[in-house]
């Protein structure tokens, strides 16, 4: 099937720009794309004939079933609901995918170039989605990752692959999902965006991906998923859920959606119900105790939240607002606890959340027992080993592939979900895994062995308090994992280790001056400079007039232009020098700083000298595979090439 979606690109690019340079902003011209791109509409027409009659109205994010587009066609046949007619190839764009070579897994062939203007070009690798936006016979001029260029059309499939984005969110979890029918599922977030060193957690890589590579307006998820009841896991998730302004200001996109909402069932509690705050127990004797309260679905929800339910019982703290948050954010969103039965886990029974485009997903923890009637979770011990010993633990099944989502198990919980399983890891076994608790030294290792993993990704930050990962578990895995090697014996292809804050870099600008115009009611112009003025290369020297002049001038004008601007602004600005030097001027930058895991730093810096990020290169590890090929992607230092490891999928 040939999908299409309907966009409007040249109209989208007008719009923002217009804006731009009338309103000087670009979060003025942003806010105007995604309102066009909100209000767009294309039409399905009876004929090829701009006057034919209307068979329906397709919004922006419209999906159909191109049935006829040649190269040159000024419309396009297309199916849409139950109908065909044809709309105007102004209006749409053909979804496909970069293919893998048939036959081929060398790494070398798993990426092809995106041509752009001017002796530009960027990389894109095996599954990237692209926009075909008209064709030849060979070429193809395309979108993708946000960017324009061209490709050759023998290098493009129309299917998708299983895509998982394990997203560096420094102390935490955060992975989007997006399965071969096109199905969206995100699992945690991270912690909340302002206790993040870089100020970006997982809510604003999903935010990328949506607005910005696939080109919407709006935010779908067809899954949220909240491991577990722990902030680092969360607090990216309710970024994105906040109606807040401040949390809309920092999304490019209007509004999200989210069909289905999932979680362990632990909550937290006020602390005076029990010692610490996870709810209702029972006490069963010589068996441990179990908690008797457990989250269901979006009614109990909602009732927990309120305060309103038949026990009484309220959610409280950070975890109580985000779950109304949730709640609030979309009226359909259902909410289910994701869990397995100790009697299904010890049977090999596991509960199937659902087959997207041929993967399915399946539940393997956490582990429910029944006690009077009723599933209950088990007590494992302190407060922070229940909450992360009963997170939600998902397995994905494509073709040969199985990865495996772990949330933050620990040494007690594996010895129970051991034990509700049997005695037989088995289901565990996986290709890829993503790394149980960030590193943390808390894991048994019968349980990694178990799952014999070829690559596993650790989720860890920097200064989180913890020092994850812990050596000792990066030897474990590497150790538990599925060994393979070159034919010649010489070089390692499995297992594969991956830390996300060492995919991650950041880029950092030096601050050479600031500008602050229309300051006050006299609307003055001030200057502070971060630098001597002698240090300045030519180009520093420019402001925004006149990088607008320098854009639309010739090549010819261009040197000359130069010399000008500097001329002007080096006397000026040596004139501010001057005056912060006969005056004393002293300018200092005041901040809040991210420390630790939940700590909060108040430092006060000059500005002679400082650095700003300028650019957060996510330390984003790409696992993608047909079912029958895994492969491996992160991105380097610069953010513009790729290092990519495969291997074939299965254990065998």
């Known amino acids: ?20 340079r009338n309103a000087r902003s670009y979060r003025a011209a942003l806010d105007a794309q995604a309102q066009f791109r909100k209000d767009y ?15 329906a109205e397709l919004d922006w994010s419209a999906t159909f079933e191109i049935l006829d587009w040649s190269a040159g066609d000024d419309w396009a046949r297309i199916e849409f609901e139950g109908q065909t007619g044809f709309i105007a190839s102004d209006s749409i764009v053909e979804i496909a995918y970069v293919k893998r070579p048939v036959g081929s897994s060398d790494p070398k062939d798993l990426k092809i170039r995106l041509e752009m203007s001017r002796d530009r070009h960027a990389d894109l690798i095996w599954g990237d989605l692209v926009q075909i936006i008209r064709h030849t016979e060979t070429k193809a001029y395309v979108r993708s990752r946000g960017l324009f260029g061209y490709v050759e059309l023998d290098e493009l499939a129309s299917e998708g692959l299983l895509e998982c984005y394990i997203i560096d969110v420094g102390q935490g979890d955060g992975v989007l999902i997006r399965y071969p ?12 965006r302002r206790q993040q060193a870089t100020g970006k957690n997982a809510a604003d890589f ?89 989250m269901g679905d979006r009614a109990d929800a909602s009732a927990l939240v309120s305060g309103d339910g038949a026990d009484g019982l309220r959610i409280s703290g950070p975890w109580r607002y985000f779950i109304d948050d949730v709640l609030e954010c979309d009226a359909e969103t259902e909410f289910h606890r994701l869990s397995i039965s100790s009697d299904d886990a010890t049977a090999g029974r596991l509960p199937e959340l659902g087959d997207f485009g041929g993967c399915v997903v399946r539940t393997l923890a956490p582990a429910l027992e029944q006690h009077d ?94 020092a994850h990962p812990r050596p ?35 880029e950092l600008a ?6 602050v115009f229309n300051h006050g009611e006299t609307r003055d112009r001030l200057t502070f400079l971060g630098k001597p003025v002698d240090e300045y290369s030519d180009k520093e020297f420019f402001l925004d007039d006149d990088w607008d002049a320098f854009e639309d001038a010739s090549s010819d004008d261009r040197t000359q232009m130069v010399r000008d ?9 040596r004139d501010v020098a001057a005056q912060e030097e006969a005056n004393h001027t002293f300018c200092r930058v005041f901040g809040r700083q991210p420390t630790g895991v939940i700590g909060v730093d108040y430092p006060r810096k000059s500005l002679s000298r400082l650095r700003m990020m300028d650019r957060n290169i996510y330390g984003l590890v790409n696992v993608r595979t047909d079912g029958e090929v895994i492969m491996c992607a992160s991105k380097r230092d610069n953010g513009e090439r790729w290092t990519i490891h495969c291997f074939p999928a299965g254990s065998e």
């Not at 178990?450 to 650790?458: E, G, L, R, S, Y």
């Open 1 to 20: 099937m040939r999908e299409g979606w309907v966009r409007d690109w040249t109209a989208d690019s007008k719009v923002y720009f217009s804006t731009l």
């Open 41 to 55: 509409r294309a039409h399905l027409r009876a004929d090829a004939d701009e006057l034919s009659n209307s068979l």
């Open 181 to 192: 029918d096109g199905t969206h599922m995100m699992i945690d977030g991270g912690m909340a």
């Open 206 to 294: 999903v935010d990328w991906k949506f607005y910005s590579d696939y080109g919407d307006w709006r935010i779908n998820l067809d899954w949220m998923i909240a491991s577990h009841s722990d902030s680092d896991h969360y607090g990216g998730l309710a970024d994105l859920v906040k109606r807040d302004e401040a949390a809309l200001e920092e999304l490019d996109s209007l509004e999200v959606r989210i069909a289905n909402f999932g979680h362990p069932g632990l909550s937290r509690f006020p602390e005076a119900l029990d010692r610490d705050g996870l709810g209702p127990r029972a006490e069963r004797g010589a068996l441990p105790d179990v908690f008797t309260r457990l």
């Open 373 to 466: 009637g009723q599933p209950v979770l088990r007590d494992l011990g302190a407060k922070s080993i229940n909450t992360n010993g009963h997170s939600v633990c998902l397995r994905l099944d494509y073709g040969k592939a199985k990865i495996l989502m772990t949330g933050d198990l620990n040494t007690a919980s594996m010895n129970w979900l051991k034990s509700a399983y049997g005695g037989d890891l088995s289901e565990w076994e996986s290709d890829v895994a993503k790394a149980c608790h960030h590193g943390s030294e808390d894991v048994s290792y019968s349980f990694l062995d178990a799952i014999n993993a070829a690559a596993t990704v650790i989720s860890s930050g920097d200064n989180e308090g913890h």
């Open 472 to 506: 000792e578990i990066v030897a474990a895995s590497a150790l538990s994992g599925r060994k393979k090697l070159s034919d010649d014996g010489e070089t390692v292809l499995t297992p594969l280790i991956y830390m996300t804050e060492i995919e991650r870099s950041v």
């Open 510 to 515: 030096e601050i050479s001056r600031i500008e």
């Open 565 to 573: 601007v500097k001329a002007r602004e080096r006397e000026r600005l």
